[in-house]
């Protein structure tokens, strides 16, 4: 056995494992060696790169990754799948064994890792926790300067979309205080096994520096989670639970230079910070 998995040995690895792939873990696992080769290739990984992967199933990704990176750190919560991964990659790619390090662990509570520091993280994320899981990994590990994940196209879009955009939320800012993003690509349903009910897309993440501001991250981010949480409201209105009453965030938003009667899905990452700081000697 060599090389990228293919539908085949996906399903019999699956049989031998006695594995039924879940909605609840949002297991769709990716049975085509040319979607594998068209990720690692559109991800840009480099011969020296730590690349990270996160939920890596039964390895499909993975052995493209080892094709390419130094070395691979993959973190998987199921046990069965946790333990058969460095079999898999042993077997199919020569030399793996000494370049995969696999976490058996729940990567929205993993706040460190084996072996050398990750550069890179490439994924096929779940559609229920991959926005959770991107933010926890940008905050908790700085060394990840890029990244390419594959999601539900709804959450592609969500993760890219500018101000102003219909689909513009709490993603979309949150994300762009770590990262510029951007959409390179489109992956049909059945390119998985078990084949999802909708495409997934392809977002490229490149790190950058946030707003320069005195406000803390969380301090910006609860504006984010405020402005959004009724969406409709102005901005003076969404804002007055944090800032003590509608006067008071009219005050805070208009010191910030912005207009207080907008909504949140007018303002970019930096508006935000701007009235985070504003707001700090209120709260």
């Known amino acids: 056995m060599s090389g990228l998995l293919d539908a085949r040995t996906i399903r019999e690895l699956a049989a031998q494992l006695d594995l039924r792939p879940t909605k609840q873990r949002g297991q769709n696992f990716v049975i085509d060696a040319n979607t594998v080769r068209r990720i690692v290739a559109l991800a840009r990984v480099e011969p020296d790169d730590v690349a990270l992967e996160i939920g890596p199933g039964l390895g499909s990704l993975t052995l493209g990754l080892l094709e390419v990176a130094r070395h691979v750190t993959a973190v998987e919560i199921e046990d069965s799948l946790a333990a058969q991964l460095p079999i898999t990659a042993a077997a199919r790619v020569p030399g793996a064994a000494d370049r995969l390090s696999v976490v058996n662990a729940d990567a929205l509570r993993v706040n460190e890792?084996?072996?050398?520091?990750?550069?890179?993280?490439?994924a096929n994320l779940p559609y229920n926790v991959s926005v959770p899981v991107l933010l926890h990994l940008l905050a908790t590990f700085p060394s990840l300067q890029r990244g390419l994940v594959m999601v539900q196209l709804e959450v592609a879009d969500r993760l890219v979309a500018?101000?102003?955009s219909k689909v513009y939320g709490v993603p979309s800012v949150k994300m762009a205080w770590y990262c510029s993003a951007k959409r390179v690509g489109t992956v049909p349903p059945s390119v998985f096994w078990p084949a999802p009910n909708v495409d997934s897309g392809l977002v490229r993440l490149v790190r950058r520096d946030p707003p320069v501001t005195t406000a803390a991250r969380a301090e910006v981010f609860r504006v984010v989670d405020a402005a959004f949480a009724q969406r409709r409201k102005m901005l003076r209105a969404a804002l007055s639970g944090i800032a003590g009453s509608s006067a008071a965030a009219s005050e805070a938003i208009e010191a910030a230079g912005i207009d207080p009667t907008l909504r949140g899905e007018a303002l970019d990452v930096a508006d935000f910070a701007r009235i985070a700081e504003a707001l700090s000697p209120i709260a």
Do not use: R, S
Not at 113 to 122: D, K, R
């Open 162 to 164: 500018p101000p102003g």
């Open 113 to 122: 890792l084996p072996g050398p520091a990750p550069t890179t993280v490439v």
